[in-house]
């Protein structure tokens, strides 16, 4: 039996009502948790502390560490700094200087996602929306910018600590209707946020509604972008609107479009439990499909094995793998990355343990500026060890599938750090970014 669950959710002020955190944490480690928690967002629920964290395994649980603030997730003198502040009980308004400083140096608007992505329309340049890609908009519907538990690695982090200028958030469909009637190359409209499921299903169905009218022809997939199948499956089972968004997803399917759930998965012990089984089974009842995505992550699932077992259950259940990010170089980065060359490794070691079936993921790839740049692997060419690499996606699309090189460097983990081969100075299409900076 699943049975009924009502949501509970804890952060940095109640965290000590949890009881298994109590049992199985030093007071120094439940400490730390208030100092990093009050940088980074912190939020979780009941379900992934009574359902998903096995707490025998805790301080090194992976779903522990994808939830709870960890100590090295900030810099030594970062965690220093607040960790007076709080013990000296400053004032609050002293605390947020300190806070906001710290946040200010962890890179809160990586790639460039603020100037560059967001389309002009008669002059007003429209927010809630990103548009990089030819065929897929963005879409964040303001309703959905929060997730049922917050992800230690998030690189949205800054959304949801209410800094406003960072938030991407749009109150009206309207001018996005407008927006993809003017741009017939469209074929893909993701809703992302935060998590669009943390929405209830009328507020859903006012969003997604408009994308089924006959006009909206050339919209024929309709994406979201969701962890909910993980921090709360309840939301597909038995929620108290849980039908009717199923029949929100079969309208959508029975009105000629593909809906397709990106469902954010980053370990096996997500798909264990009976319940998130039944979500499966009841979204895919529907006519859905369901894409499943996650960052490679250190102390999380930086294994082969951990990617082989949850690329293979995922077939089980009937998912299609299809995306192995890095971390981006935001937020506390320094403790989660994955140098590119490892990553690389971890991926071709699960990926040649694997049927055919399930190699529709692609990876690893960093979501950049110029685009998704996958890692293709090592090389020697003419006595020189590079490391290949390719554009999945392209802020230009002409440098999709045109593999480059970079040099050899074992260390780098981000495209930043990667240097031209064959000594040249730019990467090909490094000069084109620069115009495209120029007009922006
Ligand atoms: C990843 C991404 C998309 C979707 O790309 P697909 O390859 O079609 O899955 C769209 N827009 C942005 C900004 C992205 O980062
Ligand atoms: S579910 Fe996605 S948006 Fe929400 S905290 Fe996790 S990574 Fe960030």
Redesign the pocket.
């Known amino acids: 039996m699943i049975g009924i669950q009502e949501y509970k959710v804890f952060s940095a002020h109640n965290y000590e009502q949890i009881p298994q955190l109590i049992k199985q944490l030093t007071k120094d480690q439940l400490w730390a948790i208030k100092v990093v928690g009050t940088v980074l967002p912190f939020k979780v629920n009941n379900y992934v502390i009574d359902q998903l964290i096995n707490w025998d395994n805790v301080p090194d649980d992976p779903i522990f560490i994808l939830t709870f603030p960890q100590k090295e997730m900030l810099k030594e003198e970062h965690y220093n700094l607040v960790d007076q502040a709080l013990k000296n009980n400053i004032p609050q308004l002293e605390l947020k200087k300190i806070v906001n400083l710290v946040r200010a140096t962890l890179n809160p608007n990586p790639a460039g996602q603020q100037d560059h ?1 967001v389309p002009v329309m008669d002059g007003q340049r429209l927010h809630g929306v ?1 548009h ?2 030819d ?2 908009l ?1 879409f964040f519907p303001s309703h959905g910018q929060t997730c049922h538990a917050y992800c230690t690695f998030c690189f949205r982090w800054p959304q949801f600590i209410g800094d406003k200028n960072q938030k991407f958030a749009q109150n009206e469909t309207d001018d996005v209707i407008k927006y993809l009637k003017r741009h017939p190359k469209i074929t ?1 409209v ?1 809703l992302t946020g935060g998590d669009p499921m943390t929405m209830n299903a009328s507020r859903l169905r006012a969003y997604i509604e408009p994308f089924l009218s006959p006009e909206l022809e050339h919209v024929q997939t309709i994406r979201i972008g969701t962890k909910a199948l993980s921090f709360w499956p309840y939301k597909f089972v038995n929620d108290k609107d849980s039908e009717e968004l199923l029949d929100l997803f079969r309208q959508i399917t029975e009105a000629g479009k593909h809906l397709a759930f990106m469902a954010h998965l980053n370990h096996p012990a997500e798909l264990k439990t009976e319940v998130v089984r039944q979500a499966i089974k009841n979204i895919k009842d529907t006519g859905a499909e369901i894409r499943t995505q996650s960052p490679i992550m250190h102390h999380i699932n930086d294994k082969a094995c951990v990617w082989r077992d949850l690329w293979n259950t995922q077939v089980q259940l009937g998912l299609i793998p299809y995306y192995m990010f890095l971390a981006r170089d935001t937020g506390a980065q320094h403790y989660f990355s994955v140098p590119l060359v490892k990553a690389w490794h971890i991926f071709k070691e699960a990926y040649r343990q694997v049927s055919g079936i399930a190699r529709t993921v692609r990876g690893p790839s960093m ?1 950049a500026h110029p685009g ?1 740049v996958e890692i293709v692997g090592p090389a020697t060419i003419n006595g020189e060890e590079v490391l290949t690499l390719n554009f ?2 392209g802020r230009n699309s002409d440098w999709i599938k045109r593999p480059f090189f970079a040099e050899y460097d074992e260390k780098a983990t981000w495209l930043d750090d990667l240097k031209p081969a064959f000594g040249k100075k730019r990467f090909f299409f490094e000069t084109e970014l620069i115009d495209d900076v120029k007009l922006n």
């Open positions: 992505n990103q990089k890609y065929q897929t963005l893909d993701l979501s998704k999945i996606q």
